[in-house]
């Protein structure tokens, strides 16, 4: 099929895909999007590598017992969670069409995840504030690193989910943006596995240890 | 077999929307198992109720493996069929990937040590 050996007018064969039809615009947005998106997991894995390797080298510094309050984690982990749901809400309205609603769960998903960062903030002001910077020890620069780039993600993510709520407004929830909504989708849904990771290996194996 | 190829066919036209949607239920179905599944790791550490801690960490390690398959199907969408098997693919592979690089990082890197030449030996060899 993808190897067309009938010969074509000119007697010669055409090597090509010869039943290719017309693809419409974005058809492999979403692969693409998510080999991407497991391009970004294997750079979370190299930085979860680092965090085993070096997270117990605390140079005498402050280990996860005396920096980590669960509690605030637990809230922190409920804030991305329910970010998650509320994005599957607004999917769910643009399925049907309805921009108000759609454009009313996104806000609701921005706001929990400003939430999320806005505690992780504070908790990194928190630990700064105590002397546990990121050159403290091995232990916090792989933390800070990990759980970093974590939050940058969302933070990008939050600026994507502006973007695109003002695209919406604009625009309305034409087929170029839905795509876009569903890529912002995966984006978040993908955030919220990443963090999985990090408070069951990070925060709970931590206090743990 | 040839209602199989047709739909085959017809599937191809569709690459767009090929990618599969949840419903109100299915969300809300992974929803309640991930509070589920966040929950009982995040109160089993804070209240220490099982007696051992490695037995603690095995648990909490299998509940996030578990909660890490409820929001690929639940939220993500993954299935065998989604991108005709593409992105299936794709995961299988940074799965292994990764599984490689952390496995392989983790052992190399506890075992540093392990085969390195002690240190008064080292000091008679000038």
């Given at each position: 099929?993808?190897?067309?050996?009938?010969?074509?007018?000119?007697g010669?064969?055409?090597?090509?895909?010869?039943?290719?039809?017309?693809?419409?615009?974005?058809?492999?947005?979403?692969?693409?999007?998510?080999?991407?998106?497991?391009s970004d997991?294997?750079?979370?894995?190299?930085l979860?590598?680092?965090?085993?390797?070096?997270?117990?080298?605390?140079?005498?510094?402050?280990?996860?017992?005396?920096?980590?309050?669960?509690?605030?984690?637990?809230?922190?982990?409920s804030?991305?969670?329910?970010?998650?749901?509320?994005?599957?809400?607004?999917?769910?309205?643009?399925?049907?069409?309805?921009?108000?609603?759609?454009?009313?769960?996104?806000?609701?998903t921005?706001?929990?995840?400003?939430?999320?960062?806005?505690?992780?903030?504070?908790?990194?002001?928190?630990?700064?504030?105590?002397?546990?910077?990121?050159?403290?020890?091995a232990?916090?620069s792989?933390?800070?690193?990990?759980?970093?780039?974590?939050g940058?993600?969302?933070?990008?993510?939050?600026?994507?989910?502006?973007?695109?709520?003002?695209?919406?407004?604009?625009?309305?929830?034409?087929?170029?943006?839905?795509?876009r909504?569903?890529?912002?989708?995966?984006?978040?849904?993908?955030?919220?596995?990443?963090?999985?990771?990090?408070?069951?290996?990070?925060?709970?194996?931590?206090?743990?240890? | 077999?040839?209602?199989?190829?047709?739909?085959?066919?017809?599937?191809?036209?569709?690459?767009?929307?090929?990618?599969?949607?949840?419903?109100?239920?299915?969300?809300?179905?992974?929803?309640?198992?991930?509070?589920?599944?966040?929950?009982?790791?995040?109160w089993?550490v804070?209240?220490?109720?099982?007696?051992?801690?490695?037995?603690?960490?095995?648990?909490?390690?299998?509940?996030?493996?578990?909660?890490?398959?409820?929001?690929?199907?639940?939220?993500?969408?993954?299935?065998?069929?989604?991108?005709?098997?593409?992105?299936?693919?794709?995961?299988?592979?940074?799965?292994?990937?990764?599984?490689?690089?952390?496995?392989?990082?983790?052992?190399?890197?506890?075992?540093?040590?392990?085969?390195?030449?002690?240190?008064?030996?080292?000091?008679?060899?000038?």
């Amino acid at each position: 099929m993808t190897v067309a050996v009938n010969p074509s007018q000119t007697g010669e064969p055409i090597f090509y895909l010869a039943d290719e039809h017309p693809h419409p615009e974005g058809y492999s947005t979403s692969l693409g999007f998510w080999i991407y998106l497991m391009s970004d997991c294997l750079i979370f894995a190299m930085l979860f590598a680092a965090f085993g390797v070096l997270g117990a080298n605390y140079a005498a510094g402050p280990a996860p017992k005396d920096l980590f309050d669960l509690s605030l984690v637990a809230v922190n982990t409920s804030m991305l969670l329910l970010s998650s749901i509320t994005y599957g809400f607004a999917m769910l309205t643009m399925q049907q069409n309805k921009i108000a609603q759609t454009q009313m769960w996104l806000l609701i998903t921005g706001l929990f995840g400003a939430a999320f960062i806005g505690i992780e903030l504070t908790e990194f002001a928190h630990m700064i504030h105590e002397g546990a910077t990121p050159q403290r020890s091995a232990f916090l620069s792989s933390f800070f690193t990990l759980v970093g780039t974590h939050g940058l993600h969302v933070t990008c993510g939050l600026i994507w989910l502006v973007t695109l709520m003002t695209q919406v407004w604009r625009f309305g929830l034409i087929e170029a943006n839905r795509r876009r909504l569903m890529c912002l989708s995966m984006f978040w849904h993908f955030l919220d596995v990443v963090w999985i990771g990090v408070f069951t290996f990070v925060y709970l194996l931590g206090v743990l240890r | 077999m040839n209602t199989d190829t047709h739909a085959a066919h017809a599937d191809d036209h569709h690459h767009g929307d090929g990618h599969a949607h949840g419903t109100f239920s299915t969300y809300m179905l992974g929803f309640v198992l991930s509070v589920v599944l966040t929950a009982i790791p995040f109160w089993l550490v804070m209240s220490g109720a099982l007696p051992s801690k490695q037995i603690t960490a095995l648990v909490i390690m299998a509940f996030a493996v578990v909660q890490i398959v409820v929001h690929m199907i639940y939220f993500l969408h993954m299935s065998p069929k989604s991108e005709n098997g593409w992105s299936m693919m794709a995961l299988i592979f940074t799965v292994v990937m990764v599984a490689i690089a952390l496995s392989g990082s983790l052992w190399v890197m506890n075992h540093l040590n392990s085969n390195m030449m002690p240190i008064h030996e080292m000091t008679g060899m000038k």
